[in-house]
């Protein structure tokens, strides 16, 4: 089982399906799956923890060994396409949440590039580009147009999902992933991202509740036809199922 990881920005998995992997990627890995990270938008101008890195090239390999580490702290295996991302092209952080996709001109090239890697791939979980970063609707996109009928987890893209609608196509489904006891790894591997991220964002991202939910939960989107012994084995759970019943409080 070749399960793809895609991944915006360095640190977006980490964020979004991060207690997910700290909870399973190695069992799963010790059973013969096989946990491909693919960071999209790897050249970069941002690192707002990280004055003394000031140059692009500065900036982007300081980001990629912060990929590195989480990857090799969990077994996964990182590749790294080092396209360049929206501040590249001199976008603000509002700037990027409303520049139009159409018009990008990285759009041809990242999707050549990730319908390459999702060749083979047994299981795709990529981001729903909850926010509208233009970066992330790239990536979606080009999921979307290469996927196939390769099955796709669709993950709400964290910080975003804090305060944006999650908006999803109305055939698709919730899974959640109950990172009870997970929580400390999550927020170690977050650390590992020290060049983006405080304690405090760290903090607010593991307040996340979607959909009610009453424990530490990330939540994942499939379509209807996503293989229900997948689901089990991934051990992704229904709202009802991470949270209690009211008569037994």
């Known amino acids: 089982m070749r399960v793809l990881l895609v991944s915006p920005h360095p640190d977006d998995i980490a964020l979004s399906f991060g207690g997910w992997v700290a909870a399973h990627a190695r069992g799963l890995a010790a059973k013969g799956w096989r946990f491909d990270l693919l960071t999209v938008f790897g050249t970069t101008l941002y690192a707002p923890h990280s004055p003394r890195a000031v140059t692009k090239e500065a900036i982007s390999t300081l980001r990629e060994r912060e990929d590195r580490d989480y990857a090799r702290r969990h077994g996964l295996r990182l590749t790294s396409l080092r396209q360049e991302d929206c501040s590249c092209l001199g976008m603000d952080d509002e700037e990027e949440l409303i520049a ?69 196509p109305s055939d698709h489904r919730p899974w959640l992933v109950d990172i009870r006891g997970h929580e400390a790894a999550k927020r170690a591997d977050l650390a590992l991202y ?37 689901a089990e084995r991934m051990a992704l759970a229904t709202l009802a199922a991470v949270t209690p019943d009211k008569e037994s409080l």
């Open 100 to 168: 139009p996709e159409a018009t990008d001109p990285r759009r041809a090239a990242v999707r050549q590039l990730i319908a390459a890697a999702l060749a083979g791939a047994d299981l795709v979980v990529a981001p729903l580009a909850v926010g509208g970063h233009v970066d992330h609707r790239i990536v979606r996109t080009a999921v979307r147009q290469s996927l196939g009928a390769t099955p796709c987890l669709w993950y709400e893209d964290l910080p975003y999902a804090l305060e944006s609608p999650v908006e999803v």
């Open 194 to 230: 020290r060049s983006q991220m405080t304690a405090a964002d760290t903090s607010e991202v593991l307040s996340y509740r979607p959909d009610g939910a009453s424990v530490p939960c990330e939540r994942l989107w499939s379509s209807a036809g996503f293989p229900q012994d997948l």
